[in-house]
């Protein structure tokens, strides 16, 4: 007599479904008392001989579904009755449609909450037509996964709604199943048992109730949103302070080094404004380089130290292409989220960095893209640190400790033949993490290996 269906269109797992906790004594204490509804009216139906064939469509699958199927097989056979069981069916398929949203929730729980599915296949006559389109009114359309709140009293109104509902469509059911004989009992005696105005009037008001806590949910939730959008504004100020000041601080670090590193900010703006007349065969897109890139990086990957890659043109004449290569790899790893830091060796005016102009570059470089560095790292980040950079020595020790905070930085260095020392001209070769032991560096792109040793030697 009685089936039930599962609904998959949410999660078991989903906080929607928490309408029934199992071993929760609460939701056992709530829905007890539909429950046993249900298996009084199961066990009256049986017992008033109730007919099998009136609920045989009930166990067959969705009333919005198979009604349509029901009706047009009773069309075929009996078109007498075509009109009024289109008025039926119509009347029928609007009521489950405003309690299918609500029923859901007990149907996956227990086979037992499904009878109403049962009753609402039941062909009634014209006269209860009145009473179904009259209850259709009053029935405020609810999806239990949008407008409730599985809170314990959202489950007693509904359980409360529930058994309404069900004893007034098993009243209806066993009305006129019974014909005439019960009409006839019922003119003759009280209409206690078979009020059907009193058991709508029951849904109506456990249907206000019902809407009335929606509203308050959804109050609640508004009032938490606004809560939780109030303290992520609260967060978003505090970090956009936070960086204010890191950009400030970082801002007045660079201005002590302003004479030897200029605009930091402005670096790779300009060089990206140039325009570079690279042939076609020279640009590095088509001159190979892309195939040692590769082959520098699967030595890194497959070493736990340090690697440097070496690349010099200087035998065919033509490094234009190296610097345009330095601007793109720049951006390339920006774009990614990769840690970067860059100095252009080729300054204008004929000017030639030292090996200390140089570091000081890398440091502010990092410092300008990452101001945060010097408020996480405030220790590292000093003016009196700044002021002592005074020699080679003191940039590489504070470049050494800048770059132990950092777990990886790429750091690029374009035309290093252009400073201010000795660079012997080697052709392009990888070479092996042993050349800067305890630097944490993941990659320098450099005119020579020999000029970056030098570098290191002043």
Not at 77 to 97: E, F, H, L, N, Y
Not at 255 to 280: I, K, N, P, R, Y
Not at 348 to 370: D, E, N
Not at 404 to 417: E, G, K, N, Y
């Amino acid at each position: 007599m009685i089936h039930f269906k599962f609904d998959y269109r949410y999660p078991l797992n989903s906080r929607w479904n928490r309408w029934f906790q199992e071993g929760r004594q609460e939701d056992s204490e709530i829905y007890s008392e539909a429950l046993k509804k249900c298996r009084e009216m199961n066990e009256d139906l049986w017992a008033d001989k109730f007919a099998r064939e009136h609920l045989t469509g009930a166990v067959s699958g969705p009333v919005t579904s198979s009604e349509p199927a029901r009706v047009a097989a009773k069309e075929a056979s009996d078109p007498k009755w075509a009109q009024r069981a289109k008025d039926t069916a119509i009347g029928i398929m609007k009521v489950a449609k405003e309690l299918k949203p609500i029923m859901d929730i007990f149907v996956p729980h227990s086979p037992e909450y499904s009878v109403p599915y049962a009753f609402l296949w039941i062909i009634f006559k014209d006269s209860v037509m009145s009473i179904i389109n009259s209850l259709s009114t009053n029935l405020h359309i609810f999806e239990a996964h949008r407008d409730m709140f599985p809170t314990d009293e959202m489950k007693t109104v509904l359980a409360e709604l529930y058994i309404h509902t069900v004893d007034l469509l098993c009243r209806l059911a066993k009305y006129y199943s019974h014909k005439y004989r019960v009409q006839l009992a019922d003119a003759f005696l009280p209409r206690a048992t078979y009020n059907f105005e009193l058991y709508r009037e029951n849904i109506k008001v456990a249907m206000e109730r019902l809407h009335r806590l929606c509203e308050t949910g959804h109050m609640a939730e508004q009032k938490d949103l606004r809560h939780r959008i109030q303290v992520i504004d609260a967060d978003m100020q505090l970090e956009a302070s936070r960086i204010s000041q890191a950009r400030h601080q970082a801002s007045d670090l660079i201005d002590l080094w302003h004479e030897d590193v200029g605009h930091v900010g402005q670096e790779l703006h300009l060089w990206e404004t140039l325009h570079f007349s690279t042939a076609l065969r020279d640009h590095w897109s088509q001159n190979g380089i892309l195939n040692c890139l590769e082959d520098w990086r699967m030595t890194c990957d497959t070493s736990e130290s340090n690697s440097i890659l070496s690349i010099s043109s200087q035998g065919n004449g033509r490094q234009s292409w190296m610097t345009e290569f330095s601007v793109d790899l720049v951006r390339v790893c920006q774009s990614q989220g990769q840690l970067v830091t860059f100095a252009f060796c080729d300054r204008p005016r004929g000017v030639k960095w030292t090996p200390k102009q140089l570091l000081m570059q890398l440091i502010t470089q990092l410092l300008h893209q990452h101001p945060r560095l010097a408020v996480l790292h405030p220790s590292c980040f000093t003016s009196r640190a700044f002021r002592r950079t005074t020699s080679y020595q003191a940039a590489v020790q504070l470049f050494r400790s800048v770059l132990s905070l950092l777990d990886t930085a790429v750091i690029i260095s374009d035309r290093l033949d252009l400073c201010t020392v000795h660079i012997p001209i080697t052709t392009g070769c990888i070479v092996g993490p042993q050349t800067l032991p305890g630097f944490r560096i993941s990659f320098a792109k450099i005119n020579s290996v020999d000029a970056l040793a030098e570098c290191w030697r002043q």
